[in-house]
């Protein structure tokens, strides 16, 4: 089983940036990978993906994230990150890192069930 693991994360004031990463302990070549997160009170809801297939990859973006956030990879490093920028107070929650198949999150890649391989999550605070 592919395990998960987050870095980053921590305390900023709203407008400013943070980048997270999550490393998987397989070949990123294998995997879609998702960012998504959890504020306390709330469901967990996606916030980007990667979907990695061999030569490139799509992006998909919740649309409360859409031009703040970006998602990249490194193959060479099974990583992938998570930057985001013009940070908002209602940004703030667990950001939890999931990995699957790339015919499993096919078609709903920011559904949160169609993921098997979650990290533990790193929590993000954003103050006003």
């Known amino acids: 089983q592919v395990h998960v693991v987050e870095s980053g994360g921590g305390l900023v004031q709203a407008g400013e940036s943070l980048d997270i990463s999550c490393t998987l302990s397989?070949?990123?070549?294998?995997?879609?990978v998702g960012w998504f997160r959890q504020a306390p009170g709330k469901e967990r809801e996606g916030v980007a993906v990667?979907?990695?297939?061999?030569?490139?990859?799509?992006?998909f973006y919740a649309d409360s994230v859409k031009g703040r956030f970006i998602i990249s990879h490194n193959n060479a490093r099974d990583t992938v990150y998570l930057q985001m920028n013009s940070l908002k107070p209602e940004d703030t929650a667990i950001y939890y890192c999931?990995?699957?198949?790339?015919?499993?999150?096919?078609?709903?890649?920011?559904?949160?069930?169609?993921?098997?391989?979650w990290g533990q999550g790193t929590q993000v605070t954003v103050s006003s």
């Open positions: 990667a979907a990695i297939y061999y030569g490139g990859s799509s992006q």
């Open positions: 397989e070949s990123l070549d294998l995997y879609s």
């Open positions: 999931a990995a699957d198949y790339p015919s499993a999150i096919q078609g709903r890649p920011l559904e949160v069930a169609r993921y098997r391989h």
